[in-house]
C-alpha cells in the first residue's frame, strides 16, 4: 500500500490540471480578428496579444466582477496600448471573443473522469479549488458536469480569497471536514497550488511538464506530468 494512503481526502486545481482549453488564446484571438474582419498587422500577432491579453487578465481579475466586464477591461486596455482608444472597438473584440472561446468550449483531459470516480470509489474525500471568478469558473464546472464528482467546491471569486493565500485552502478543508495533513492537493501552478498549499500545510503533487526546474525553495512530494499520475501514488 502505497504510503500516501495516510490522505484521506484529494483536492484539485482545475485549470490546466483537470481541464484544457482545445482552442489557445492565441487561436481565439486570431480567429475573433477574423471574424470582425480586422487585421492583426497594426496591433501585434496573435501570439503577442495573447501573451498580454492573459497578463492582463490575472492582473484585473482581482477587481472584476464578472468575466464578461473583466475581458472588456482587458481588451480596452490591450488595445489602447496598442494605439487602438476606442472603447466600441475594445467592446467589439470582447463580445466576439467571448463568442469564440464559449464555442470551442472547455475539456477534461482524457481519464480525468474515470481518475476522480476511481478515487472516490477507493474511499477519498475529494475537492476542487479554482482561482477565477464565480460566474467564469461555475460556467466550465456545469458545462463538463463536474460538481457531482467532488464533496466540495470552492471557487475564489465566490469566497475572496484567492489562492495562493493559505486562507483559500482552509477554506475548503473546512467544507470537506478535512485535516490538513492528511490532504494532497493537486495542481499545475508552481507559484498558486504548489506555495499556496503547502503554506496551509497541505502536501502537494504537482503537475509540470517533466524535467521542469523548481522555481522555488518549496519542494512538492510528488510530481506528474499528468494528472493520471497520480494513480501510481493514491490508488
Ligand atoms: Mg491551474
Avoid at 81 to 90: H, N, P, Q, V, Y
Avoid at 100 to 121: E, P
Avoid at 190 to 195: G, Q, R
Wanted: with cysteine; proline share 5%; aromatic share 8%.
Amino acid at each position: 500500500m502505497p504510503d500516501s494512503r495516510a490522505f484521506t481526502h484529494i483536492a484539485f486545481d482545475l485549470d490546466h490540471t483537470l481541464t484544457f482549453y482545445p482552442m489557445s488564446t492565441a487561436g481565439v484571438v486570431a480567429a475573433t480578428f477574423d471574424h470582425l474582419g480586422l487585421s492583426l498587422n497594426s496591433t501585434g500577432t496573435a501570439e503577442d496579444l495573447a501573451s498580454r491579453y492573459d497578463a492582463l487578465w490575472v492582473a484585473l481579475e482581482r477587481g472584476a466582477q464578472s468575466a464578461d466586464g473583466l475581458r472588456h477591461a482587458v481588451w480596452r486596455q490591450l488595445l489602447a496600448e496598442r494605439g487602438f482608444a476606442a472603447d466600441g472597438l475594445a467592446e467589439r473584440v470582447a463580445v466576439e471573443y467571448g463568442v469564440t472561446r464559449r464555442a470551442n468550449g472547455v475539456r477534461l483531459f482524457d481519464g480525468v473522469r474515470q481518475l476522480l470516480s476511481d478515487l472516490r470509489a477507493a474511499g477519498y474525500g475529494l475537492g476542487l479549488l479554482t482561482n477565477g471568478l464565480s460566474d467564469a469558473q461555475w460556467e466550465k464546472i456545469h458545462s463538463l458536469h463536474m460538481e457531482p464528482l467532488f464533496d466540495a467546491v470552492v471557487v475564489a471569486g465566490d469566497v475572496g480569497l484567492f489562492k495562493p493565500d493559505p486562507r483559500a485552502f482552509v477554506a475548503l478543508l473546512g467544507r470537506l471536514s478535512a485535516a490538513p495533513s492528511r490532504t494532497l492537493f493537486v495542481g499545475d501552478s508552481y507559484e498558486m497550488d504548489v506555495v499556496g498549499a503547502h503554506a496551509a500545510g497541505l502536501a502537494v503533487a504537482w503537475i509540470c511538464p517533466e524535467g521542469t526546474p523548481l522555481p522555488g525553495d518549496v519542494v512538492p512530494r510528488f510530481a506528474f506530468p499528468s494528472v493520471l499520475g497520480l494513480r501510481e501514488v493514491t490508488l
